[in-house]
C-alpha cells in the first residue's frame, strides 16, 4: 500500500525510461510527472490510477526556471502536507549526430540546457526538500540521474549531447558527495541500451532501469551507491 | 520459501560481506560457504539452519586449484540434482600496507593468489555451471565479484594489494563481456567502507552490500549491472 | 627561427598557463593571445617581442561569439597569408567553490559559458583553419585544451566548475575522434595544480605545462595524445 | 653528446618499442637493453655503437629474480661509476586471445610474471638507484612503463592479458604517488596501436613512442605526467 504523506517527481516522464520509474514508484507513493507536454503523461497517469495508484501530471519544460517553479507550487496544492521521498531527472533532449563543422550553437544549447541546466534548476528545487525528508521517509530521500553512454565517452559526432550529459554526470557526483552525508542519496545510472522508446525492444529494459531505481531509493545509508551502468545483456561495450 | 534446485555459492565466507550475503541468499537457495577454516563459517552455518535455511560449510582455500576442485566433489554429493544459481568471490588476502622497497615478493603473490588467481580457478568451475542454469533458474545465473577502492585507485602503499584487485576487475570486465550475451550476469561491486569486519561499523554496511548483491542477481537481463559501488553514506569519496 | 607562414593562437592567455604557453610557441611562431583586457597581454606581448619574436594581441571575451569573429578578422589583416599550426584554449572562468543550494544559476552559466560553449566557438572557427594546414604545416595542426583535476572528478562545492570541465573534455573527446583521422591532433591536459598564476609556486608548473604543449604538438601523427595529466612532483593525487 | 655517469636500462628491448626507446634514449646516456634472448638486441646494439652511442645488451629473462640480479651485477662492472637516469618496463608477454573456459592456469600465470611480478622486481633493483640519482641526474630519474589498451579496458576474449597489464597499471599508480614527491618521475603509457613490431605500421608508431617516453623523462618535476595515451591518428578509440 502506497504512503500518501510522501510523493515521488520523475521530471522527463514522457520517455520509455520516465514511464516505467513511474509505474514502480506509484507501487509506493503518489508520483508527480513532469513533461513537456500532456501526451507524454496522460496514459501513464491513467495507467497508474486505474491499478489504484495515485498520480498527478504537469506539464512544464525542465529548461524552463519558471514553468518548475509553478509546478512545485501545483504540488504543494494537489498533494498538501505530503514530502518529498525521491526525484528522478530523466530529461533528455539535445540529441544530435553530425559532424561537428555543421553543429550549430543551438544544438549546444539545448543539450546543455537540457542536461547541466535543467538539471540544476531540478535539484535546487528538489534538494531542500528531501532534506526536510531525512528523518522520518521510509528509505533515503533519493535524487536520481539518468545518464547514457554519452556521460562517460565522448564519440565522434556526438559531442553535443556528450557535453551536456558529462556536465550532468559532474553535478550529480558533487551533488552525491555533498549531500550524502547529510542523508540524501544522490546516485547517477549510465543507461547502455540505444534508443530508448516506450515501445519494442526498449520495453523491457525500461521495466528493468525502474527495478533498479527502485533499489537505489531502499539502499540503507549504510550502503549507498553513486553510480551503476544498465545495459541489456547482449549490447556491446 | 526457498528454491531446492538451485544453490548459491560463496567463497570467502568468512568476511562480514561473505556472512550477510550468505544469510540474504539463503533466504531464496541453499548455500555452500567455502572458506580456509571451519571457525569461518560454523557460526554462520547454524544461524542460517536455525532460520530454517540450508547451508553447507566446505573448508577450502581459494587458492588451491585441488582443493576447490575436491569443493565442488563435496557439493556434487550433498546437493545431488541442485543446479548453481549465483556464485560470489569474495576472497580478501594480501593486504599490506608498507612502502614499496620493505614488500616482499611473497606480499605480491599473496595478493594475485588470492585476487586474479583464486578468482580464476572459481570462474573456471562456476562458469560452466552457471551456463547449464541459463534456461530454467529463476533469476539469470550470477557471478558477483567483491572489489573495493584499491580496484580502481593504486594509492602509495597500496600497490600489491591494488595490483590484485585491479587485475580481478580486469578478469570480471573481461567475463561480463564474453559471459552476458549468453546469458550469465557477471558483476563487479566496488566497496569502498574501510575495514570490512563482521561486527562494528562494518555490519550495516555488510547487510546493504548483501541487499545489492541480491538486487544484481535479480536483475532481468534485459537491464544487467556490469559495475557498482557501494559505500557508507558518510565515506568521504 | 620561427616560421612565419604559420601562426599559433592562444585563447585566455591571461593566466599563468597562457603566457608560458605564449613564450614557448613563440620561438616557433608567431603567436596571437586572446584576452578579455589588454593588461592581461599587454606585457607578455612586450616580453616575446623583446626576446625577438611575434606576438598580436586581441582583446576578445571567448565567450562572445561576435568579439571571437572579429578576431579572426584582425589575424588575417595582421598575418596576412599565415596558416594557423596550432590552438591553444585555456579559458578559465566560472570557478566558484560554495554550498550547491547557495549557486546562483548565473554561476552555472558562467561556467557553461566559458568551458564547452566558448570552446565550441573557438574550435568552429580554428578546426576549419587547421584542416587547411595539415598538408604543409611543420608539425601536425594541434588544438589543445587545458583542463583541470575538475575535469575528470565533481568534487563537493565544486559543482558547477566542473559542470563546465567535464562538459569541454566531452567535447574535446569528440573532435579527437573526429579530427585526428584527419590530420588534426585534439587533445586535452588534466592540470592538477592548484590555483594558477603567473607569479608564486605556478611559475615552474606553467613552464613545465607549456613544455608539455609544445612536445603534444611537435608529436607524429603516428604516435598521437589524446588525454595527459601535468602535476607537480609534490601534488598529492 | 652522451654522459657518461648516467645510463638508461630497457627490460623488454626486443620489442619495436623497445628498441626506438634504446635508439633514442642512446642520443643521451649509455644504454643497457634487457631481452630474452641475444638475437632480440644483437642489431639494435650494433646500430647504436655504429651511431657513436654505447649499448650493452644482457640476457634476462625479466620474469627471473635471479637473471635480474645477475643483469645488474654485470652492469656495475661494464658501467662503473654510472649512475641510472632512467628505466623502461616494457616486457610484453602472456598474450592470448581465447574463450574464458578454453584458457589454461599457465596462461594467466604467464601474464602476471611478466607484467606485475616482472615489473616489481625491476622496480625493487631500480628504484633505489634512480632515488641516488635524484640530486644530480640531468632530468629527473625515471621509471617508464609501457602499458596498453587492455590495461584500462577487459575486453572478451582478453581477459588473462588485461589482468596483468591492469595490475601493472596499479603497480606504477601507487609508485607514482610514493615515488613522485621524493624526485623520482613515475609514469605508465597506454600504447594503444595493435600488434607491436620492429617492421611495418608500427615503426613510425614505435618512433613516435620513443620521442614521447624521451619528453616524460626530461619534464622538470614541476609538471610530471604520470598517465599519457599514445596512438596512431587513425586508430579509432
Redesign the interface.
Known sequence: MASKSFYAIISGAGSGTGRAAAVRFAKAYPVVLLARKPESYNDIVDEIKQSGGLAIGITADATD?NAVNAAFETIKKELPGSKLAAAIYNVNAGFSRK???E?K?EE??AS?DAA??GF??F??KT??LLLESVTDSPH?PSLIITGAT?SV????????F??????????????A?????K?V?VSHAIID?GIDTPWGKGY??N???A??YW?LH?????????????????E??
Open positions: 526556471e559532424p561537428f563543422l553543429l550553437r549546444l544549447d546543455l547541466p541546466k540544476f534548476t535539484a535546487q534538494l531542500p533515503p554519452a565517452k565522448g564519440s565522434a559526432l556526438f559531442g553535443s556528450a557535453a551536456g550529459k558529462f556536465a550532468l554526470r559532474a553535478l550529480g557526483q558533487s551533488l558527495r555533498e549531500f550524502g552525508p542523508g542519496h541500451g523491457t529494459l521495466n528493468g532501469i527495478e533498479t533499489h531502499t539502499q540503507h545509508r549504510s550502503a549507498f551507491t553513486q553510480e551503476v551502468d544498465i545495459r541489456p545483456y547482449v556491446k561495450f
